[in-house]
């Protein structure tokens, strides 16, 4: 992957530092930027920008690096792909996924520019599941954006999920998000919750900090 297959896309590294090492994010970073290339898209490409979640999730996993290593990981909606990058590097298995074949080709060009090798990648419709592989995690930062999708969500954590298997989400604290957890705790789920703050990464709010909920179930 090199970053003329993506000429076209409007690219900017982001420089990200997680557990003392500076990381090469490749990303969409302006809201104008966004919108100009939308038009190439049946769903407008938010998995191009670097979300405050992916951040959030991969400094969770190089603070806990057990939480991953030697363990089969899938990343949903996985986007530039920070934290599954951040996994790999911690000796996980990596697959990662997304319903855009520019957002996995960016991915792949982090995965590139960060000397990272050995990540697997493969596109995904959640209303049309079709991996059966059976992971030991399954991350997923940001995705709950969508009510219409949540119970495609929640299969697959009931499928590909081993029994014994640790969910971590992380999540900007939408409402829609809060309905989802909500709902697999009435369906007896538990889960550990902590608030992460984190610098902006992405011009579509403010400039202030933004605390991220990290859920764990597992």
């Known amino acids: ?18 557990a003392g090492r500076q990381w090469r994010v490749w990303c969409v970073e302006q809201q104008d930027d966004l919108l100009s290339i939308s038009q190439r898209f049946e769903h407008l490409p938010y998995g191009l920008l670097l979300w405050e979640s992916a951040v959030a999730l991969a400094q969770r996993l190089a603070e806990a690096p057990e939480l991953v290593a030697n363990k089969r990981v899938l990343e949903l909606g996985a986007g530039v792909g ?15 996924t997304d319903r855009l074949e520019e957002v996995l080709r960016t991915a792949a060009l982090n995965e590139r520019a960060n000397g990272v090798t050995g990540v697997h990648r493969f ?6 599941w079709a991996d059966t592989r059976r992971y030991d995690v399954i991350l997923a930062a940001d995705i709950l954006y969508e009510t219409a999708a949540h119970a495609a969500v929640a299969s697959i954590l009931n499928t590909n999920l081993v029994p014994g298997g640790r969910m971590l989400l992380a999540d900007p604290g939408r409402p829609q998000a809060m309905e989802f957890l909500c709902k697999l705790e009435d369906e ?3 889960f550990d919750v902590s608030v992460r703050r984190v610098p902006p990464t992405c011009p579509l709010g403010s400039r202030e900090e933004v605390d991220i909920l990290l859920v764990e179930r597992g």
């Open 1 to 18: 992957m090199t970053f003329d297959q993506l000429r076209d896309t409007p690219l900017t590294m982001a420089p990200v530092v997680i």
């Open 82 to 96: 920070l934290p599954g990058l951040v996994a790999r590097t911690l000796g996980a298995q990596v697959w990662q």
């Open 123 to 128: 596109l995904g419709d959640w209303t049309r």
């Open 188 to 190: 007896g789920r538990r």
